[in-house]
């Protein structure tokens, strides 16, 4: 019902910078809380940035002063600004937003897209 779209990942060398992009379409009414996640290879899923409907942020210390969430609640579109990025950036990046899918619905589901690979290597 509702589809998150991923764009921008690829391969960088360390230093460089990506922008990933992530839209949601379908059966939304509002949406809280959008966010990007990733995993590295042997490792857990870990939060990387987090943002609320009024444009609050969170971060990882790991990605903090490199890293800039934002996003479009016209376009219902979260965007990752990454910088400075490290060979241990490497991971697959997923997004994702938590959506009230009516006005009527009392609960939010969360959903996730089905990630983008982000390469930092030389």
């Known amino acids: 019902q509702v589809q998150l779209v991923e764009s921008g990942g690829g391969l960088v060398q360390p230093g460089g910078s990506l922008r990933l992009s992530c839209v949601a379409s379908?059966?939304?009414?509002?949406?809280?809380?959008m966010g990007w996640y990733r995993q590295a290879p042997g490792k857990q899923r870990e939060l990387v940035a987090t943002?609320?409907?009024?444009?609050?942020?969170n971060y990882a210390d790991s990605v903090k002063g490199r890293f800039t969430i934002s996003r479009d609640n016209a376009k219902n579109t979260v965007y990752l600004q990454m910088n400075s990025l490290k060979p241990e950036d490497t991971a697959v990046y997923y997004c994702?937003?938590?959506?009230?899918?009516?006005?009527?619905?009392?609960?939010?589901?969360?959903?996730w897209g089905q990630g983008t690979q982000v390469t930092v290597s030389s």
């Open positions: 994702n937003a938590d959506v009230q899918p009516t006005e009527m619905s009392t609960t939010r589901y969360r959903y």
């Open positions: 379908g059966r939304i009414f509002s949406i809280d809380v």
């Open positions: 943002i609320t409907s009024g444009h609050s942020t």
